[in-house]
């Protein structure tokens, strides 16, 4: 047994080691801190200043004497065995910094994770009995919080929070399989006392509903769906996601799909969307008669209403089953119209059933003038035509027996006081009912809120632009190109009616593309509304500056601040970048009050905001605050990039993959800001760190683009900084098709490695140098230099990287002709892979192992082994890998008289790898002219381009469909 496999570390709970399975005494906080530090970097060199300013975050650092001081500490305790003098071999010393050189199998977090992911294909695949015991024995490994003496120190954070949220999804995976094993009695008490726990994450909700609903208990199913939309509704303003709205229809329906289904691969997890049939509306309230004239003071619509059918018909139906609805939604996306829409409609139908003899109003009350609380229950009054009075009690006496209608506009500077009076209101007159508009919910029981969205841009949005630019400029009309134009510059004001409104009127004086072109300037631009409108809807700015003025300090702190962020954020990310804690109150009052909005059906929560109200808040910031805030965003960027970047060769790497897309516009603004201060080092890391996301997704000219300006900026970078973004200009190279250049930038990243002790890098940078030697006919020993870099890869126990040079070392070998050596390779790879979680490096010898059957004429196989690798591919959305192996694909399509298809693939993979950066012939020179060479020799050049064209009208999704229908996979992964 190696040093590496004898000593157990233990991060999910306080931090801890058995060496040989007795504990290890790890010293002090301080120590601790240290270790758990070099254990988050998962094998990788840290340097010791960077340990010294990160576990002294809050203090002076000491010297680097007390740094070796507390290594030394921790080496005896960890090798207790070894020799006074004789060299470390777990916590070693590389150039300027420290390693920890424990297997990933020694860590209970790299169990818990390899657990997960193989409980959660175990449920994918129709085993719930066999996820159930996987999933239980990675909860079993939790003592308490991830990294629980550390959790909060900022070098921990990333790493702590990814853990806790696996965490909470593996317990609901459990749960998931508990009940699709038929055990869903048995799971009802462990269900409530997740959503207990964690009342928003919503698919516990679902899974809890699906659990009672299996036990017969239909009632308290139901019961548990109105709860969580009531939830969050109150906390977040928000509906409920797709899988809550489609499992409510559902059990209303008694759909037969929610009854226990036989266990099946692929089939969906429980307690995820289930598609049900429409709710039908329910039936209009009784009235209670009235015997006032029939009333109202609507004003006349001055402009037609564009759009919103079905906002229309949503908030009408839920005026029918409610006495209260509130509309939501930032200042200028139209709740007012709506409403005032919403109650005409009601009134036409009210005529025409005859039934308007008892109907009272509907009324229009305005509060956007009234800063006096005192003066509510008097302006209500007024407004309905009865006498003036300042006491709500008074005014329900009034209204007591009156079936009326009330809309209360703009409620939000005086929620406290229209609560109040709304309460009194529907408590004590049994037929009336109000429609609010408010930037916040009013936080009362039986209130049901609807968030108003966004116009949609090429429809509504469009189409409200030429009416009232056609309105507001008699014999306006739009050029041949301007549609075009103009959904982009509705899609650029967020679909925000207001803010369309007041562009289309420039068109009195500016074009189209001149108004697009102004976007920029929004603020300076959208002036001058029409007269009558009241004053804070005169400008854009006005607009949102109206809810800015009525947020606490906190509020408004945080709101500013969010502005940096350039896209959705969650919870971890407001705090880090807001640097206000606790964050969550704030942010939900930012939710309440419209200026951020919740994500529905997202765990962990995800928000955003309109780009028109991030603008707002971007220049609200002082210069020294942006400056600041922008610091605090970039470091947040680093620490997100750099932590995701340690597991994406592992079990998590597809969820990560995805979680980095979503973060893409982060770490764009984290680069453009970093370069504009100067600061092009940290460009460097953040590119190094970012590499392998663009690698597998096929980001190339971007990550070129930005490492490029990184290195011009940064002539002064240590050499590890150097290094590992050397190597990313090395991989990326090689996507690009440029192999001469990709292995010399290679060889340069294996000097800048040595220097800086990063064994990880230069083991990476060897491989492929190789590899890309091989392609460039540069005169190199491939085998000496590819088993070098195996070597080096297994010193490091790291066995996914492991996996991966030995992958690289197969591809290289097969590319010089020696395929016996490749294959054994290649089982070296796989093995290594699997055991890793490292399926990308499974699948790439998987890849060489289908061209070679092509190679011998043994299509069949080559598409056997094609069906395979492209399903997994389709779970993790990587673009580069697929593209070249539906290119090989196309070729043993051809190979088996499937001609036609694969001229089809060859016009699709040219088409999106256009648009990706990637060609599959450049980028695989030796296989790839070959297979394109193969599909174009089964077809006359007319039959080859005429399917080719048809294939290049296909988007990545369609041709994955085809491909699934051409190439069955015979495995689900």
Known sequence: MSVAESVRFGVLGTLRAEVEGRPAHLGGPRQRAVLAMLLIARGRNVSAERILADVWEDSRPPSMTTLHGYVADLRRALEPERASGAPARLLVREGAGYALRAAPAMVDAERFTDLAARGRRALEDGEPDHAADLLGQALALWRGPAYAEVAEAAFAVPDATRLEELRAAVREDRLAAVVAAGRHVAAVGELEALVSEQPLRERGWELLALALYRSGRQAEALAALRRVRRRLADELGVEPGPGLRDLEAAVLAQDPRLLPPPARPGSALPGSALPGPTRPGPGRSPRVAESSPPSGNLPFALSGFVGRRTDLAAVAGLLEEHRLVTLTGPGGVGKTRLALEVARARAHDDTRDGVNGGVDGPWLVELGALRAPELLAATVATALGLPATSSTEQLAAMLAGRDALIVLDNCEHLLTPVATLVHTLLTRCGAVRILGTSREALGLTGEVVYEVPPLDAATDAADLFLSRAAAGVPGWTTGPDDRDTITALCAGLDGIPLAIELAAAQCRTLSVEQIAGALEDRFTLLVGGPAGRPDRHRTLLDTIA???????????????????????????????????????????????????????????????????????????????????????????????????????????????????????????????????????????????????????????????????????????AGPAVRARARFAVMALLYLAGQPTRSHEVARTAVEEAREAGDPVTEAGATAYGAYTGVLAGAPIDVAALTGRAVEIARHTAQTWLEAETLMVRGMALRALGDLPAADAAFQEAIAAAHASGHDWAADGAAWCDMKTASDRGD?????????????????YGDISFWLVTVHSTARALALTGRAEEAAVLMGAVEAIGARAGVSPALMDPLDGPREAAAVRAALTPQEYERHAARGRELSREETSRLVRALVPGRRSR
């Open 546 to 716: 109206w809810s800015d003025d009525l947020l606490l300090p906190d509020e408004r702190l945080l709101f500013h601040r969010l502005g940096v962020l350039g896209g959705g954020f969650d919870l971890e990310t407001a705090a880090a970048v807001g640097g206000i804690t606790p964050v969550l109150p704030p942010l939900s009052a930012l939710v309440r009050k419209s200026l951020v909005t919740a994500e529905p059906g997202t765990a962990p929560r995800r928000y955003r905001m309109l780009e028109t109200v991030r603008q707002y808040a971007l220049a609200a910031l002082s210069p020294q605050e942006l400056e600041e805030t922008r610091a605090r965003h970039r470091a947040w960027a680093l620490a997100r990039a750099e932590s995701v970047e340690r597991h994406l060769r592992g079990p998590q790497g597809a969820v990560l993959l995805d979680g980095l897309s979503r973060d893409q516009p982060e770490f764009r603004a984290a680069f453009s800001s970093a370069l504009a201060a100067g600061d092009g080092a940290y460009a460097l890391r953040l590119g190094g760190a970012l590499f392998w996301f663009w690698f597998r997704m096929g980001h190339v000219a971007e990550g070129l683009a930005w490492l490029s300006e990184a290195f011009g900026a940064a002539p002064e």
């Open 859 to 875: 299509g069949a196989r080559a598409l056997a082994v094609a069906g395979d690798l492209l399903a997994a591919m389709d779970r």
